[in-house]
């Protein structure tokens, strides 16, 4: 207990001031997702308090911020839509949270390393298009409905229906959180976007929907009504939730690893989300699951422990008991808006942008899983994708050439290019070998590596037998070489084949071929050079010189 509080309170000024900044940027957010849903913009605070606090106490991702994110609203709103009785979304939400823990004691959390990324790539932009679809309705001032066809089916009645006074504070909305980031990427842009929509609607009296009265007091632990008609729903929704938060949390604790150089806890991370989800739906609030943008907006502000993430539920607490009456008054149009950015920043921009040179296995699951997400299900999307990565990369490795001969280097040769290089440069270089394809199996491998290499000065990556690599390879490639050479460590490449280099190419990966080299003992030779005269060279048959 004594070391949990005092790891809890090793950066008190830097957690409150990034739960603060969460809290603030999690705010329009959670009442916007909340309406959406259809479960009311208090069941969005609600949910962002409960799992706020408790996946923050209990979960296993330090500065992470949880609560009512795009995918699990989707859910949700799926759940409300199917049901007849309110109280079904909620005991769903507790039965998700019950099977999370159960997922985190099974380790299941160890699984996401495994997921393929054009599997995420199609699932994100799946999730993010089905924001934007069905907050056009809103945005124009009609009746919205969370199902994709049926939103884009009332957009038939835009002309003779729409509200010019709500489409104008759409407007306004969307042109504020796009151009005050331009000023200055500090100022809370939703939030400050929101309170001017909101002053403007009261400024000259319009006729606008609104958010409604919302409860300025915390409800107390209720156990959810489940009619036995409803059970089913209840099941096969508790199933999806937990399943899509778990993905959901666990993707935004690799893009935390990836910023703050730490490495979370999966398993210990579903635990907490789960405790979470019970919290939220015991108080009638939305499912949660990790969030990225809070979260980033946590670490960036100076948030690094537990405590960031508590408080950030915290705060939002506070601003229910003392602000609740104003936010009731906010236009829904205002909230929409803020949404399709949601839906906008969610897509996958990267892979979307790249998709001429894309791989086309990888695009062509890509665009399934978009697809399945939208008009099938989230779960089928996903589990179809994996499936249909797998066939397709063991068809790929079966296509593969990859038998060949070749005369391998003696140990003693080896020992020949090595024994002239000082005892404590020769320590301190590690070789890595690539022996086989590198693909969305490998990834998980290469993460681990970084940690086991923190000693090292020096890196090389022998591509002795890699047949293909896929976008997930790449990269997983890219994430560590980047976390190597943060560490001060450096580098270099022997082997790598023109095929491999072509993919990482076109899939825009960042990596720097300069230290690359046809064999592994002229890796070694530039390192030695580097050591004597400070810079790297290669051999004459080998290209260009180069400077470090």
């Excluded at 790891?7 to 008190?12: D, I, K, Q, T, W």
Aim: glycine share 10%.
């Amino acid at each position: 207990m004594h070391s949990f509080r005092k790891r809890l309170l090793e950066n008190p000024i830097g957690d409150i001031t990034g739960g603060i900044m969460a809290a603030v940027v999690a705010l329009p957010l959670c009442l916007a997702f909340g309406v959406a849903s259809g479960a009311g913009a208090a069941a969005g605070l609600y949910g962002a308090i409960a799992c706020g606090v408790l996946a923050a106490t209990f979960g296993g991702t330090p500065g992470q911020c949880s609560g009512p994110t795009g995918p699990m609203t989707i859910i949700a709103a799926g759940v409300i839509a199917a049901s007849v009785h309110p109280q079904t979304v909620f005991a769903s939400t507790v039965g998700a949270g019950i099977i999370q823990i159960v997922m985190g004691k099974l380790k299941a959390g160890q699984l996401i390393g495994y997921m393929p990324y054009p599997v995420i790539s199609g699932f994100m932009s799946g999730i993010g298009l089905i924001i934007i679809c069905v907050q056009l309705a809103p945005f124009f001032g009609l009746a919205g409905s969370g199902n994709v066809l049926l939103s884009l089916q009332s957009l038939i009645e835009l002309p003779s229906k729409w509200n010019s006074h709500a489409t104008l504070l759409g407007l306004v909305t969307l042109l504020m959180v796009y151009t005050l980031p331009l000023i200055s990427k500090r100022l809370p842009a939703s939030l400050i976007a929101l309170l001017a929509a909101t002053f403007l609607s009261h400024l000259w009296p319009m006729e606008v929907p609104r958010i409604g009265e919302i409860p300025s007091s915390f409800p107390l632990p209720n156990l959810p009504h489940v009619h036995i008609t409803e059970i089913h729903i209840v099941v096969q929704s508790a199933l999806t939730l937990a399943l899509l938060g778990a993905i959901d949390s666990l993707l935004t604790s690799l893009v935390m690893d990836k910023v703050t150089g730490n490495r979370h806890n999966s398993d210990q991370e579903l635990i907490g989300q789960g405790i979470g989800n019970i919290g939220a739906g015991l108080i009638g609030g939305l499912p949660g699951a990790g969030a990225t943008m809070r979260s980033m907006v946590n670490v960036k502000s100076g948030g690094t422990t537990k405590l960031s993430g508590m408080l950030h539920g915290l705060f939002l607490l506070a601003i229910l008991i003392f602000f609740g009456n104003a936010a009731s008054q906010i236009p829904l149009s205002s909230l929409a808006a803020i949404l399709i950015t949601v839906g906008i920043s969610i897509m996958d921009w990267r892979v979307l942008r790249s998709l001429r040179t894309t791989p086309k296995r990888d695009a062509f699951v890509m665009f399934v899983v978009l697809a399945l997400t939208i008009f099938v299900d989230l779960i089928v999307a996903v589990l179809v994708g994996v499936a249909l990565a797998s066939v397709l990369f063991v068809k790929q490795f079966a296509d593969a050439r990859v038998s060949s001969v070749s005369g391998l280097d003696t140990l003693e040769e080896l020992r020949e290019v090595t024994e002239h290089i000082p005892e404590e440069v020769r320590k301190a270089t590690y070789s890595y070998v690539l022996n086989g394809p590198l693909f969305f199996g490998e990834a998980k491998n290469l993460t681990e590596a970084i940690d086991h290499l923190s000693d090292a000065k020096y890196v090389i990556l022998r591509f002795v037998n890699v047949p293909l690599i896929d976008q997930t390879g790449a990269f997983s490639l890219e994430t560590a070489i980047e976390r190597w050479q943060a560490r001060g460590i450096k580098v270099l490449f022997a082997g790598m084949p023109e095929h491999v280099q072509k993919v990482l190419i076109d899939c825009g990966a960042k990596i720097d071929m300069e230290n690359s080299f046809d064999r592994f003992e002229s890796a070694i030779e530039a390192i030695d050079y580097l050591e004597r005269r400070g810079t790297i060279t290669k051999s004459p048959g080998e290209a260009n010189n180069i400077q470090t």
